[in-house]
């Protein structure tokens, strides 16, 4: 049998790259006389800005630390042991890039019964164990102080979850045994499947306490302080700590049941973390925590092997870290300052725009149009958000008064954009109108100004062609609701210079925005895959598949919704018309659907009748269909060789630069989930890519298990 | 309009353990600020019945009011600890004196009925600020020979003050030292200081220093228990060749805060807030700089005088001991033997330490201590000297006398 040593050892040999988190042992005397204590703190050397992490070096530098605090115990030198954190960070759990250099399946292994081994120690020592959660906590971080007796928390904790199952992990060091055993089950599917698969939903210090996680919370002023005053009541026997009493009978099975519904609703079934999660937990009921450990064990060694977990890790880097550093986009430098706003039409895209600019610019946002009327319902709608805003305490007063008076009105485009920095249009999507209005305001504005357009699908360069100057204006294109989804296609003229990108980009980062740059190509990225994937479910339903066989077809990917649903919510006459413009540029790969052609000429807003996936007898009357019946099967093998086809002549047309971009925008503008890396590891591990494509979108080793 | 001084009274007071100052003292990472929010915050813990919006100021002394000192202390700590919004605050400098001059400036204001309760204290990290830090004295003090130039460093102006009285000798002094190290080390074994002290949390990432990560001051790191006459001998006189001041018979350099309740006392009877001690009189008074330490005695001086009482009257002293030789200046002037049992009954800052404006809330919290112990002593004095030349003295009521008859 190997030691633990031995198998982190082996371990660490794969990562030599690691961060490595001290454990420190230092020593003090705790309040009151109770008695010489020693408190470990986990600190990897670097401020906040670094959060503490776990690889295995690290699991070795706190096995070494509990050496010594485990021999000291022993020899009744210390009444106990306490584990806390660097400023503001507690730990926030394994180091994602040991996990991504995992190849073999024993070195999975390795890390997860390493971790096991370590921490579960915390639990034998001759003396109570203590957590100070002082500041966030994630992952094994949050394990780490399960293993210890007793737990206290700061109120200033802002962030503390179990994320595994949103990459797609399960929590493996402890946490699916440990958590439901200590606040029972349901609570536990809270945390461990529900606030994960809630796009990984933080706890603060208050309900980590609220749930019970926590036996004591402390205001983050003195918290190490009043927590060692607390530790010291509870040695010397003072404050006696009351759990409340874990149902372990039925309960436990309709949570973990509850679970299921939950995970079915979100990934239906096709991301095999949060089920593996329930199993543990399910197993869990009966108390044996070392089998629950081997459990973890088995079930991280999967996972990590699993092309799910390697796309989770692949999608969260893409939103964490090339979200941020957008690939293509000029040096920021060159951004000009943008203190007015000017916002064309006043409709409700237009309004929810000023909206938006308003809040994240705090400048002036006037909104034109062509009378009083529209200008005074724009105004009207973003001034009645920002009262909802006050009445859900989102604003204060001042702040609501302040972001109405940016907001105005005005019919005269001369005096209301003479002063603007950046004039976005978001008229009636037709090329003539979009030029007329470019070229109007042109007229007014300093000649600094960028002019934006919010165009889903219309030539940016041929809206620019017409201007004196075509360097200023680029493509600005957001998704709907503007408010709830991060992309933002930041396209690049064929005349666009590169310090009115930098300005578009500079925008969009305060506006909060994911952006990524794009070619002026025909709609984009987000709605040409989504329209040659619906073309390709409406071609099998125009051809004879009946309207439910198509609909299901994708199911198991698990998206957000399903395609006839897709089609609801973006509107049958916007897809048909998004269909009409692609079908144009690409005549040979996007059809036009005329059965969807008469379902918006009889102004039908989806198939379904609404709020059911029942086909509308309406609208089956309208369908025209062949017949020649797919199955679900030969409709997914359609839908997904389209979009490895299409996705492949965009990177060839070099409408982004790298799949990665592709995959960013799928995730942050349709929602597509994190198990399938937005949708090109997916391809590639289904085999799509090579039989599309003739090869994978990407090296082994990204999004996949390195070889 | 008429109006009645109202009756001043301590409530609380609270510190910080005191650390040494400098890379391997246990505050060497800690701020400042933080400090004195412990110390806030403790405060209001020990005394559940005050309101926190009953506190109508947050005075806080420090002499060097930058980095962490500074940003107008007594309200950004007040943020920081979580006193409501509704409370003001401000920073106050006395040099040695600051808190003591937090505590006199606000009680005051309390007489006066401008407030009813108020936290006075102060704070010194002279490791991240050491003294002088930041200065820049006027050239006319030299030009004009307004001070001697030695006014500008303690030692010297010490050092002056054993030329000044030749027969406080080194001896005297080192003798003095002693003692007050023995003292306090009973105090410590009789637990009459602990229950005083804000534990505070400190990180190290210094392996230089000693164990690294967190732990926890819970006693004053500068005590040396078991200091002899023949340990002092050998210590170097820093500020003169031959001299007679040491680090031995010195206050060292030192980190740490202290704060205090005070009320009108009516006010603390309506809350029911504990009454620890009553303000008779307070006085300050300036001396030539360079004798700083001498300065003590005028300022008794007038406090007695404006009291109506004598020397003989009080029962307790609390003097700061920044140097054995200024202690024995205001002792041998009022007649006092150098071992006299009513003074420095717990030792003094040669032994605690000397963090110099949180200093005078120690005095005040350690002569409560004592009144509570002391039924039969009825008045009793904190005092202390101050740079450039000044001494304060505050005048104590014990409301424990036996024999008050009221």
Known sequence: MTTTQELLKGAADVFPDEVVTQAHVRHLDLPGGVGRFALITLDNGFD???????????????????????????????VGVGLTGKPFIFAVGADLKGVEVLKERSDAEAIGKGGHDVFKRLSHLAVPTFAYYNGAAMGGGVEVGLHCTYRTVSQAVPAFSLPEVFLGLVPGWGGCVLLPNLIGPERAVKVVIENSMNQNKQLRGAQVHELGIADALFEGADFLEQSLHWTAAVLSGQLAVERPEIDRGEAWDQAVAAGRAFAD??????????YRALDIIAAAKDGDLQAGFDAEDAALADLIMGGELRSGIYAFNLVQKRAKRPA?????SLARPVTKVGVVGAGLMASQLALLFARRLEVPVVLTDIDQERVDKGV????????????????????????????????????????????????FEEMGVKQKVFAEVEAVVPAHAILATNTSSLSVTEMASQLKHPERVVGF?????????????????????????????AVAKQLKKTAVLVKDAPAFVVNRILTRFMGSVLGAIDEGTPVEVADRALAPLGLPMSPIVLLELVGPAVAHHVAGTLHEAFPERFGVSENLGRVVEAGKRGLYQPGTTDLDPEVAALFETGDTVLSEEQVRERALAAIAEEIDLMLKEGVVAEAQDVDLCLITGAGWPFHLGGITPYLDRAGVSERVRGAAFHAPGVASVPR | MPRTARDVVFVDGVRTPFGKAGPKGIYHETRADDLVVKCIRELLRRNPDLPPERIDEVALAATTQIGDQGLTLGRTAGILAGLPQTVPGYSIDRMCAGAMTAVTTTAGSIAFGAYDVVVAGGVEHMGRHPMGEGVDPNPRFVSEKLVDQSAMFMGMTAENLHDRFPHLTKARADAYAVASQEKAAKAYANGRIQSDLVPVSVRRTNPEAGETGWGLATADEPMRPGTTLESLAGLKTPFRAHGRVTPGNAAGLNDGATASLLAAEDVARELELPVKMRLVSYSFAGVE????GVGPVPSTEKALAQ????????????????????VLAFLDHFGIADDDPRVNQYGGAIAFGHPLASSGVRLMTQLARQFEEQPHVRYGLTTMCVGFGMGGTVIWENPHFEGAGK
């Open chain 1, 477 to 505: 294109h957001f998704f709907n609701p503007v408010a709830v989804l991060p992309l933002l296609e930041i396209v690049r003229a064929e005349q666009t210079d590169d310090a009115s990108l930098a300005t578009a980009f």
């Open chain 2, 307 to 326: 009291a109506g009482l004598s020397i003989g009257d009080i029962g307790l002293f609390e003097v700061n001991e920044a140097f054995a030789v200024q």
């Open chain 1, 380 to 427: 009207g709608y973003v001034h009645e958000e920002i009262d909802k805003l006050l009445l859900k305490g989102r604003v204060g007063q001042d702040k609501a008064n302040r972001l109405k008076a940016l907001v105005t009105g005005s019919l005269d485009k001369a005096a209301a954009f003479s002063d603007a920095d950046f004039v976005i249009e978001a008229v």
């Open chain 1, 265 to 274: 609703a979100k990934v239906h079934g096709a991301a095999p973390a949060a």
């Open chain 1, 328 to 332: 293509g986009a000029p040096d920021k």
């Open chain 1, 48 to 78: 906040h800005t670094k959060p503490t992490t776990f690889g295995p070096q690290s699991l070795g530098e706190l096995d070494a630390a509990i050496d010594q605090v485990e021999a000291e115990a022993a020899a009744g030198d210390i």
């Open chain 2, 289 to 292: 700089p360079e004798v700083m």
